[in-house]
């Protein structure tokens, strides 16, 4: 049986530079810690639990969009495109794809390696014909495909509104590196639109409490790298909307007073400091079009559900 290649990337994920990157943010005056490092092995679980919750709207309208214009999107694409499936989770809004697309091969990249794997090889089993590669990256700083994958126009898959965790300079300029990479190919992006607070609301702090675990866990994935104390009891997960930059903004809020020390380093977060986590920015059709267009886009297909809540975008 077939299986899957995994690749080194050019970037190999360096265990000092994450330390400092962590380290960084904690010291900061405005402490944070980068989205990228919810995703360990728990958290990359407790995401695929997050898109079962009926709250959480942005998984389920994707796949719709997805479902029910596979076949014009497949039309837009071309036929047997190499397909870059970025963030890849567990790959299978990719292989909703296959049927109507039939992909040459497909590239999965993630930052959590050994889920990848495990999601791959599974991926993998049930599609026998397709080439498929894996790669261990952070390609929030650089992205740069190993040599290996196919040198043809490449197709990149960037679903689940991802693009919103990065600021509006950061997201252009990733963008415009997809454009580079996909050497004459496009971009399939999820976009998330902007709508009602209390929607968004609901999406982000679900009664399950599953994305506040998830959040939470992101405590103990630092601990693991920088050897930290956090304890995840001290703090609570707290969800902002900030109107002024059309975003959805997690914090994690300190209960008490409390003091994380690692490393020789020490920082006290008093009873209700923040740690910032993530960051959702919320586009409108128009704001994400110009996105494109900077990064050097200008062919766009745009299909959204009826409520306009989300948007597939082919980008060219």
Not at 116 to 136: C, F, N, R, V, W
Not at 193 to 218: E, G, H, R, S
Not at 281 to 286: D, E, L
Request: hydrophobic content about 40%; glycine content about 6%; overall charge negative.
């Amino acid at each position: 049986m077939q299986k899957p290649v995994f690749l080194e990337s050019h970037q190999v994920i360096q265990s000092s530079a994450l330390f400092s990157e962590i380290e960084a943010g904690l010291l900061a005056e405005q402490a944070s810690i980068s989205p990228k490092f919810l995703y360990d092995a728990l958290g990359a679980h407790l995401f695929t639990a997050i898109t079962l919750v009926p709250e959480y709207y942005p998984t389920a309208v994707e796949t719709g969009l997805l479902t029910q214009y596979t076949s014009e999107i497949a039309a837009a694409i071309g036929p047997d495109p190499v397909l870059i499936d970025l963030g890849a989770g567990d790959c299978k809004k990719a292989a909703l794809l296959f049927e109507s697309m039939k992909p040459a091969s497909y590239v999965a990249i993630d930052f959590s390696v050994d889920y990848l794997k495990d999601a791959l090889e599974k991926l993998q089993s049930q599609h026998t014909d397709i080439p498929m590669y894996g790669i261990g990256m952070d390609f929030s700083q650089t992205l740069k495909l190993p040599t290996t994958i196919s040198q043809t126009p490449r197709t990149f898959f960037y679903p689940g509104s991802s693009i919103g965790n990065f600021l509006p300079t950061e997201a252009q300029a990733l963008l415009a590196q997809i454009k580079r990479e996909a050497l004459g190919g496009g971009l399939l992006l999820g976009v998330d639109l902007m709508k009602a607070d209390d929607v968004l609301q609901a999406a982000y702090d679900d009664p399950l409490k599953i994305t506040a675990a998830f959040n939470l866990n992101i405590l103990r994935s630092v601990n693991a790298i920088i050897d930290s104390n956090f304890d995840v009891s001290h703090f609570s997960h707290k969800v902002m909307i900030n109107h002024s930059k059309e975003r959805v903004e997690l914090y994690l809020e300190a209960l008490r007073d409390t003091s994380v020390t690692w490393g020789g380093k020490q920082r006290l977060f008093k009873q209700g400091e923040l740690i910032h986590t993530e960051n959702s920015h919320k586009y409108s059709i128009a704001s994400i079009q110009q996105l494109l267009n900077r990064a050097g886009f200008q062919s766009l297909k745009i299909w959204t559900d009826a409520q306009q809540y989300f948007a597939v975008i082919y980008a060219k």
